[in-house]
């Protein structure tokens, strides 16, 4: 198999498998458009808002389940 690397095709880190459709730059890493969820729910973002915390991306409504603590308007 060749290096996809150092043909500079990008390596999901979801499935590790080359993207050759769109790409999604999150994490540190690149990921399917389908590939790349809620660490809680798994529902893939899909191009809308995500929420990173300790490495891990959240959809909004578990961002603010798990890590909402501080009042989400006037902090
Ligand atoms: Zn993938
Ligand atoms: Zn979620
Ligand atoms: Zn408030």
Redesign the pocket.
């Known amino acids: 198999l060749p290096c996809h690397d150092k043909m500079g095709i990008p390596i999901c880190g979801a499935c590790r498998r080359p993207i050759e459709t769109r790409v999604v730059n999150a994490l540190g890493k690149q990921w399917h458009v389908e590939h790349f969820v809620c660490a809680k729910c798994e529902k893939p973002f899909l191009g809308h808002r995500h929420y990173e915390r300790k490495g891990l991306a959240y959809c909004e409504t578990h961002y603010n389940q798990l890590f909402g603590d501080v009042?989400?308007?006037?902090n």
């Open positions: 009042c989400y308007c006037c």
